[in-house]
């Protein structure tokens, strides 16, 4: 079963427009922990924020920040102020507990073009 | 610069041919992953090591096997390679347990089976 769903292959934003990912995850373990990932076409895996299952606040790192609906098991990235360099592949990852150890799963990804 | 350090970054070989892809994780970090990721599976988890112990197994297949040496850089070996093979590999590393700590990658070896 999918754990992490994108539902959005692709999406369009302006540039200087703000644009929301869309993450929902699906967990029964009460202590799990939500990531997204940048990828630009460059290819390299690049670490944008972090949201734990029992953080009161939503994340929040510069342009980025999580909208987690912790009922809705969503986890949605919002990028505000769009820029070119933000055209990249964008990946939901949540941490899963495996035997005494754990792991990222990954979400199939969004791909997001910023037009200028 | 991640501080993940993984060669070749390019590898093209043929069909039934054998290939060693290897990774230094960041300075301090103990555990080391590694992903495989093609078009058609996105990033799928392979395996982890944590201070040369394997920690966790993934969709890793019987002709893929890893390890993790004393001083911490890993190697991953795929043997009797297929076409289907062909696929970006990372490898990642953190300090320890995830919690909240974060997967540091690296650039990544993209590897082309013909």
């Known amino acids: 079963a999918q754990k992490i769903t994108q539902t959005q292959p692709g999406m369009f934003v302006q540039e200087k427009e703000a644009v929301t990912l869309d993450c929902t995850y699906d967990?029964?373990?009460?202590?799990?922990?939500l990531f997204w990932y940048k990828q630009p076409s460059s290819g390299e895996m690049i670490f944008l924020i972090y949201q734990g299952s029992y953080d009161q606040q939503n994340a929040t790192e510069g342009r980025y920040s999580l909208n987690f609906q912790k009922a809705r098991k969503s986890a949605n990235l919002v990028i505000s102020a769009s820029q070119l360099g933000d055209s990249a592949m964008y990946f939901c990852?949540?941490?899963?507990?495996?035997?005494?150890?754990?792991?990222?799963?990954f979400g199939k990804g969004t791909k997001l073009t910023v037009n200028p | 610069d991640s501080g993940v350090t993984q060669t070749p970054k390019h590898l093209i070989t043929a069909t039934g041919q054998r290939v060693t892809l290897r990774c230094s994780p960041r300075s301090g970090d103990l555990s080391v992953y590694w992903y495989q990721q093609s078009l058609d599976q996105g990033l799928q988890f392979l395996i982890q090591?944590?201070?040369?112990?394997?920690?966790a197994k993934g969709n890793i297949l019987e002709r893929f096997s890893a390890q993790q040496f004393p001083d911490l850089h890993s190697e991953l070996n795929l043997s009797s390679l297929e076409l289907g093979d062909s696929a970006l590999y990372f490898c990642a590393s953190s300090q320890g347990a995830l919690g909240a700590n974060v997967l540091t990658f690296g650039a990544g070896s993209r590897l082309t089976v013909l």
């Open positions: 990852a949540m941490r899963e507990r495996q035997g005494g150890s754990e792991k990222l799963v």
């Open positions: 090591y944590y201070n040369g112990e394997e920690r």
């Open positions: 967990t029964s373990d009460p202590s799990y922990g």
